[in-house]
């Protein structure tokens, strides 16, 4: 038997910070992909490279007593998620992994039990919900839905440099800086679908923690977001990224225009999109 999903990379963190003595953050999906497929077979050695998924697949069938099985099932991904780089890549595998475990043993979903496995691997991000959901992305004791996830255009700057989540949680790093008077107007942008305000807190909120995680082409990020009527920018939590956030089509396709025949040196652009929805095509052989 073969079963195999797709499920999305998120763009950074709408929102990250402290928030009454617990590290926060929320995300919201977009539309870059891994495909997982777990494959039945006799000789299993993909998983061997892949550590993170391979754990996780051994601990969801031993917690269901199935872990006889673990030796005749084999992991294959491929993934268009950057690696390293703050987008989400180990969180969509390891979704990507439970929903075809569920599928190929006819069981149902459990959210409580999605969370705790991908938590027992690393800090994990929030785009495990269907809906936009402030989460502590390290115990997953908490977690707060503001409501559905909201569609905007992003345009995405990455830097040449890789973050391990793991390695960089466990770094002695600067505090997060507190951002409940953000909450509000994070609220108000999902109930009322402003993008404006929405670009607000997620603008603000990686501004504040600038001491944490450094972005050293900020500036030019808030410069082109001017020049080109952004409503905001976005970074991706402990990566490497950063994005302007455009709700008009006839805007992105100006700053296509602009950004011709301009140098980045060692930064990457390229355009994805923000879902309403995670939409998850399971298949099954």
Known sequence: ??????????????????IENRDLLLSCP??????????????????????????FLYNILKSWGYEKYFDSIDIEINSEIPYGKGLASSTADLCGVYYCLINMFNKKFNEAELVKNCIDIEP??????????????????YKFTIGDYLSYNILAF????????????????????????????????VKEKDLHKLAYVSTESIVKN????????????????????????????????????????????????????????????YKVK???????????I
């Open 1 to 18: 038997m073969e079963t195999s999903t797709i499920y999305p990379g998120s763009f950074g963190e709408i929102l990250q910070g402290k």
């Open 30 to 55: 977009v539309n870059i992909y891994t495909k997982v497929k777990l494959i039945e077979c006799n000789n299993p050695i993909r998983k061997r490279y892949l550590k993170k998924s391979s754990s």
């Open 124 to 141: 994990t991000d929030s785009i495990v919900f269907n809906k936009m959901t402030l989460f502590d992305y390290k115990s997953g004791n």
């Open 158 to 189: 990455e830097g040449d440099k890789t973050v391990d989540t793991v390695e960089f949680n466990h770094k002695k790093l600067p505090n997060l800086c507190d951002v409940k008077e953000l909450i509000p107007i994070l609220k108000e942008a």
């Open 210 to 269: 600038q001491k944490r995680l450094y972005y050293d082409f900020l500036n030019l990020v808030m410069d082109i977001k001017e020049k080109t009527s952004g409503l905001g920018i976005i970074g991706a939590h402990s990566g490497n990224v950063l994005g302007i956030i455009y709700d008009d089509a006839e805007k992105f396709k100006f700053e296509e225009k602009f950004l011709r025949g301009l140098n980045f040196k060692n930064i990457k652009i």
């Open 274 to 284: 923000a879902l309403n929805e995670i939409s998850l095509p399971v298949e099954c």
